[in-house]
């Protein structure tokens, strides 16, 4: 249960099936509405005790995040059953060894190129290590992994998911942060963020930047916000619009702007440009200096949206000159739930090899 998202993991049987296994499934809710979260948990433990026929001591709850500490007493209440609080950290790491090693078709790099690329699951799983998961939630954690429960924040930074919802439920309309990203979707970034182009009139060949680098994130707002204002405040025709005109000189930047329109799409393209990049840089500065050759993104952040994901993958190849790769997870948003479901399960628990032979229709 995080600052913005509670993340739910939960297992269930095959319908018809007289097999010990299942499934793992996967909800979010957004912790704003947490009691719409234990309103479902209170139906999954009817629903368990009908199947099962158990007595409701032997359910139990694993937690983890800061909601668990914050809501224990209202999910304890409400559900009658024991909660048992997990570290944070720690789950996250087991949820992301879990995934790398156990779930085939789990982790992929991404590019336009080639979106979702699978990795195969390592036959030696101790050759994970060591690698950097970075974890990005309401702010951004950046967690270098020696091996299984070895581990140690190395970093991180406030900019994170939180940011960009805060920001954007403030310059648009979207009312959640899924909104936000089918907005940032239909974008033009280039309508307000300065580019390389914008400035050189081409690309920056000498030092590797494209026309379209991004040189100054929002860098066009300023002015073209000022010329609109002007434009309001002193009338199209009026006489100082006109003296102020003769003044410029031709091909200077201070060159008049027409009015500024700044669509919600297009802010929201932007501002999400500027979140991805800024981690990207510090997680690549992270891993070069700790020397970890693998870079995990993990967290409700990402959401599976190519546009995020291509920002990061550029960010990691641009900075490194091409010698890291980013690695995503279709299941991102869940590592803490997952790993605090696994701290309950026996020792080398696992299915490796289960998306092989079963549907994969509801994960």
């Known amino acids: 249960i995080g600052g913005s998202l509670a993340k739910l993991v939960y297992f269930s049987r095959e319908a018809n099936s007289s097999s010990i296994g299942g499934r793992l499934n996967f909800l979010k809710f957004e912790t704003d509405k947490i009691d719409t979260c234990i309103g479902f948990m209170r139906k999954l433990k009817a629903d368990h005790q009908q199947l099962n026929g158990s007595r409701p001591g032997e359910l139990c709850v694993m937690a983890t995040g800061g909601g668990a500490f914050k809501y224990y007493d209202r999910i304890t209440e409400t559900l009658g059953v024991e909660v048992i609080r997990e570290d944070e950290m ?5 949820g992301l060894d879990f995934f790398i090693t156990e779930i085939p078709t789990e982790v992929f790099t991404y590019s336009e190129d080639s979106p979702m690329e699978f990795v195969p699951c390592p036959t030696q799983p101790a050759s994970i290590y060591p690698y950097l998961l ?43 942060f899924d909104d936000m990203l089918k907005l940032a979707e239909k974008g033009d970034n ?44 002193d009338g199209c025709n009026g006489d100082y619009k006109r003296h102020e005109e003769e003044e410029h000189v031709e091909g200077s930047s201070e060159l008049p702007h027409g009015p500024g329109t700044f669509r ?57 000159k091409g010698s890291k790769q980013a690695y995503f997870l279709r299941h991102e948003g869940y590592l803490g739930a997952v790993g605090a479901f696994l701290k309950r399960q026996p020792m080398n628990w696992g299915r490796r090899n289960s998306f092989e032979t079963q549907v994969r229709s509801g994960v």
């Not at 960009?164 to 309309?173: D, E, I, K, Q, R």
């Open 190 to 233: 280039s309508t307000v963020d300065l580019l390389v182009g914008d400035i050189y009139g081409t690309a920056y060949n000498k030092i590797g930047l494209k026309s379209t680098h991004i040189a100054s994130s929002f860098g066009k707002v300023y002015k073209m916000k000022r010329a609109a204002e002007s434009d309001a405040e």
């Open 264 to 320: 919600p799409e297009d802010i929201s393209r932007s501002l999400l440009y500027a979140v991805s990049n800024n981690i990207g840089q510090i997680a690549y500065l992270h891993a070069e200096k700790h020397n970890l050759p693998h870079i995990y993104f993990g967290g409700s952040f990402i959401g599976g949206h190519s546009q995020t994901m291509n920002t990061l993958s550029y960010a990691i190849r641009f900075w490194s």
């Open 134 to 176: 970075v974890n990005i939630g309401s702010g951004v954690s950046m967690i270098k992994v020696s091996g299984p429960r070895q581990f140690e924040r190395i970093g991180g930074t406030s900019l994170g998911g939180g940011t960009l919802w805060g920001l954007l439920s403030l310059l648009t309309g979207a009312r959640n």
């Open 90 to 94: 720690e789950c996250l790491i087991i």
